[in-house]
């Protein structure tokens, strides 16, 4: 079997599609995009699929090294986002010409089904306690939610206790049982995260997120000084190689790879195994579209550490299309409980519609993150 060819298909909300074919009539879809990037990652998909083509698609782990090892150049969020949509891709061949979900290739499931959680309240957190309180009667058993907006390095007390305001919210309407996650999502430096990490610790969250950028992770000693509640990160870690320091050092509880950030399916599962040797559990990031999710899955099948999964129905983001728009039988993302049965069928488990992809890639979309801005005039992080 050789690939033959391939198509990317910018659609909305804010993603990217790429279909691979191959001379066998057998085809795989992937989703490489970094969001507000999806035709710059698009491009780097044209140039590395340059050396696939013709090849056998069922090579992945030689694919795999090629992409990356073979340019001098390496690693980062659109490289290793091109690489990751290219490698679902092949994975989702793989699966089809066996027959098998990608989780059966990968030495078969320890779980029938993941728990996921809803996110709340947008960029600047509203009405969040009536939010979880409507998660919780659909189902879910756990929602996130943006802690703050914009924070300066040093900000008022006032902007903290607005904080705790809303969690309070959530936790009075959603009951002790019910998981919060906070996600600081790095507009928080490090004197103000030590702050309301102390501060969010009463309210027995299930996680803190990003409480500061990735590239200040060693701030996470001084914060995990403060609180016993468990820190989560990794959204913007992009290989095994990024994650070893943070792994080594011992400050975090819950990494949080993207499946169309950290080089796919073939590289996120060995970050998991990583932190399962570390005693560390796993909540893939996947603020994106069925496919995204659909690997994940899939790996969240025999990860023995991955505990909760992300998923985008309903998030602020979709605008306009949804998470299961573009599938022909939205069933297979069916939450009960707030669970997701692990997707059976072949390769990713899903189908995509690809006439409705065809038609929304006419639309396409030039999505971009806010540009927030302190009261100075200094930017600030979103």
């Known amino acids: ?29 992937g989703e490489p ?21 013709g090849k056998n698609p069922l090579n992945i782990e030689d694919h795999w090294q090629v992409m990356y090892r073979g340019g001098f150049y390496r690693g980062g969020p659109i490289l290793m986002s091109a690489i990751a949509g290219i490698d679902q891709a092949l994975w989702d061949i793989k699966g089809k010409y066996h027959q098998a979900p990608v989780h059966q290739l990968l030495g078969g499931a320890c779980r029938e089904s993941m728990r996921v959680y809803s996110w709340i309240g947008g960029d600047r957190p509203v009405d969040v306690g009536l939010a979880a309180l409507e998660k919780k009667n659909a189902g879910f058993t756990a929602v996130k939610m943006n802690a703050t907006e914009e924070l300066q390095f040093i900000d008022s007390y006032g902007k903290i206790d607005q904080v705790l305001e809303r969690v309070s919210a959530i936790r009075e309407a959603a009951g002790p049982d019910f998981g919060i996650g906070v996600d600081f999502h790095g507009r928080v430096h490090k004197p103000m995260a030590k702050v309301l990490a102390k501060e969010l610790e009463p309210y027995n969250l299930m996680f803190i997120e990003e409480p500061v950028l990735p590239e200040n992770n ?12 468990p820190i989560a990160t990794g ?33 996120c599962k060995k970050i998991f195994a990583m932190a399962e040797a570390y005693d560390v559990a796993v909540a893939p990031h996947c603020p994106l579209g069925p496919i995204a999710l659909a690997a994940c899955l899939q790996v969240d099948a025999g990860a023995y550490n991955a505990f909760i999964q992300e998923q985008s129905l309903g998030i602020h983001y979709n605008q306009g299309n949804d998470l299961l728009d573009y599938l022909r039988d939205p069933a297979v993302f069916h939450y009960l409980d707030g669970y997701v049965a692990i997707p059976q069928g072949p390769g990713l488990g899903i189908e995509i519609s690809e006439e409705f992809v065809e038609e929304m890639a006419q639309t396409g979309h030039r999505w971009r993150n806010p540009i927030w801005r302190h009261k100075d005039g200094s930017v600030a992080e979103w």
């Open 218 to 229: 060693e701030a996470l000693r001084d914060i995990a000084m403060h609180s016993s509640t």
């Open 1 to 29: 079997m050789k690939i033959t060819g391939y198509k990317t298909y910018v659609v909305p909300p804010r993603w990217l599609f790429l279909k691979i074919e191959t001379d066998e009539g057998i085809s795989g879809w």
């Open 235 to 267: 959204e913007r870690m992009f290989s095994r190689w990024d994650f070893k320091t943070l792994l080594s050092q011992g400050y975090v509880d819950i990494i949080q790879p993207d499946l169309s950030h950290a080089g796919g399916i073939t590289e």
């Open 33 to 53: 995009v970094v969001e507000g990037k999806a035709h710059t990652v698009e491009t780097a998909v044209e140039e590395m699929m340059d050396g696939l083509v």
